[in-house]
């Protein structure tokens, strides 16, 4: 049986918009009105100015955590080489439904011009993927993680992935700790943290057997990482630059509907596409606000009750056990509310 590929929402969004604005062009050149089909090469000018403004992901890491797998699992491309004897010795770009997804090499292998190209990758970069295997983080790649992310100010725009993690025997609860003694002052959840395996993933495409295949695709954590990674984006991207095709096409559409005045079939065919897209970004704009509004405010509230239900925790009679274990409550409270607002967020879209 054939596997159902996962959806990331960016790629999704741009090749939707591909065939949106093909079917657009097509209405508009097949019109009988002149002034209707100059404006067809606008919906290409329109994709050609965008073109640049792609997301671009920089997959950072150790020698042989896995970059070029993640890349290959997630792109579907047979054209990455992932042997184990292959290192990435420059930085490969890989361009994927409008995106752009860097391969850098591994770091703090002893070799500094390595270091300074994959610098170079994140400076240009939307967003970094810094992956590491189970064995989690050696001394060298824990410094420049630290050196990555809180000196260069970088956290906000990263995610952690942990891959290779069905050849180890260690769970995602014992390995956060160390996780976390690396990446405080912040901890793993600050960086989407996500355990996987890309190369299980890859090997559950090739399995013959369904029962085999699920149990492959399941082990692997692949669909936790795509979640992952979409909600990411939508928590720490502009979104902008993705949807801004849409309100561009839009416009396009808005301009043909207002020279289209004859009363002719394939003019009123147009019109007719051209208000539906019209009236759904909109409509899918307004709801998206409000339902953003809506679940922002009740983070908002669950995170006050966390912060006083401490605080009322904390008085004179209350012992050193009890107030940090009403500390650990309401942390772990606002850990949940976070989580919480980052799937509904996810969800929306």
Excluded at 179 to 207: E, Q, R
């Amino acid at each position: 049986m054939k596997q159902k590929p996962p959806t990331f929402i960016a790629a999704d969004v741009s090749a939707k918009t591909k065939v949106l604005s093909k079917e657009l062009q097509e209405r508009l050149i097949a019109s009988a009105i002149p002034e209707v089909q100059v404006i067809a090469p606008q919906v290409a000018n329109a994709l050609a100015r965008d073109a640049g403004a792609a997301l671009t992901l920089a997959f950072v890491g150790q020698y042989n955590a896995g970059k070029s797998t993640m890349i290959k699992a997630l792109t579907g491309r047979d054209d990455i080489a992932i042997d184990a004897d292959v290192c990435t010795n420059e930085v490969t770009a890989y361009s994927w439904h409008d995106l752009l997804l860097l391969d850098t090499p591994g770091v703090q292998a002893g070799k500094e011009d390595h270091d300074a190209l994959t610098e170079q990758a994140i400076l240009r970069s939307d967003l970094v993927v810094f992956v590491i295997t189970a064995e989690l983080f050696s001394d060298a790649s824990a410094r420049y993680f630290r050196h990555l992310m809180l000196d260069g100010g970088k956290a906000k725009e990263s995610m952690l992935v942990v891959n290779k993690m069905t050849l180890d025997n260690g769970t995602e609860g014992a390995k956060r700790p160390d996780i976390d003694k690396v990446c405080n002052p912040l901890g793993s959840h600050d960086f989407s943290t996500v355990f996987m395996d890309a190369k299980c993933y890859l090997d559950s495409l090739n399995c013959a057997d369904e029962r085999d295949q699920r149990e492959l695709r399941e082990a692997s954590g692949f669909d936790a990482f795509i979640d992952t990674l979409n909600r990411f984006i939508l928590e720490r991207c502009d979104l902008g630059r993705i949807t801004l095709p849409l309100f561009q096409l839009r416009s396009i559409s808005q301009q043909a509907a207002v020279i289209t005045g004859a009363d002719q079939p394939t003019e009123r065919a147009a019109i007719e596409l051209l208000g539906r897209l019209d009236a759904c970004v909109g409509e899918s704009k307004a709801q998206l606000k409000t339902r953003l509004k809506g679940a922002l405010g009740r983070a908002e509230r669950r995170i006050e009750r966390a912060g006083d239900d401490l605080a009322n925790a904390i008085h004179d009679e209350a012992s050193p056990e009890e107030i940090k274990a009403s500390e650990e409550a309401s942390c772990q409270s606002v850990t949940d509310a976070q989580r919480d607002l980052a799937d509904e967020a996810g969800q929306m879209i």
